[in-house]
Nanobody, 114 residues
């Protein structure tokens, strides 16, 4: 399974960050799989943001739930992260992952700055 993140590398404060994870070598509708988003701010640890299951159900980190939305496009075998009202504290490398397995995207740096 291969995962690849894509999206803007620079987002302005108060805007919505949007990233897409394209999956190949496996289907996002495979029963029992959860596809997650994780981020790592500079100099800090990994933070799980949320996930979408094979049925389309979602779950989010309580600390980010009010600003986070994860959706999917099964026809393209991809899932998307949206994080609203971003601040410079949301600057991080964002990863997508097949949860509970060692399949990760390479990560993409998103900088929040005016």
């Amino acid at each position: 399974v291969q995962l690849q993140e894509s999206g803007p590398g620079l987002v302005k404060p108060s805007q919505t960050l949007s990233l897409t994870c394209t999956v190949s070598g496996g289907s996002i509708t495979t029963k029992g799989y959860y596809w997650s988003w994780i981020r790592q701010p500079p100099g800090k640890g990994l933070e799980w943001m949320g996930a979408i299951g094979s049925s389309g159900s979602t779950c989010y980190s309580p600390s980010l739930k009010s600003r986070t939305s994860i959706s999917r496009d099964t026809s393209k075998n991809e899932f998307t992260l949206q994080l609203s009202s971003v601040t410079p504290e949301d600057t991080a490398v964002y990863y997508c992952r097949l949860q509970d397995y060692q399949y990760w995207g390479k990560g993409t740096l998103v900088t929040v700055s005016s």
